[in-house]
């Protein structure tokens, strides 16, 4: 009996699919704050720069004692009540200036003197 010749098709190997070059990310919002602002932001709800503007207002203090004076309402609770849960509503004068001198607006001293 002869021997069959078997022929494999032999494939010619695909071309690679070209890759995509990897995307840059967008500069996090949070970039130049600490961590521990940033940390704090996230927590009391603030989610876009919009809300962040909110800060550039003029602050409203708590009340005239001398606690009160470095102690202010959280800009973003005053202007959408509805978003606070269970989050004071009062803020330290020294985070609500840090990310104040942050966006470029002055900074703010106790009592709102200038």
């Known amino acids: 009996m002869a021997q069959r010749k078997t022929t494999e098709a032999k494939t010619a190997p695909k071309p690679r699919a070209p890759r995509k070059p990897p995307e840059s990310k967008p ?11 940033a940390r704090e932001l996230r927590h009391r709800g603030y989610q876009c720069r919009d809300d962040l503007l909110l800060f550039l207002d003029r602050p ?15 800009p973003l609770h005053l202007s959408r009540p509805w978003l606070n849960e269970g989050v004071p509503m009062r803020m330290p004068l020294d985070l609500f200036n840090q ?8 900074w703010v001293a106790p009592g709102g003197a200038k």
């Open 60 to 74: 409203r203090f708590v009340n005239k004692s001398e606690r009160g004076q470095r102690t202010v309402y959280d």
């Open 27 to 37: 500069a996090s919002l949070w970039e130049g704050l600490t961590d521990d602002t």
């Open 99 to 106: 990310v104040r001198s942050w966006l470029g607006g002055d």
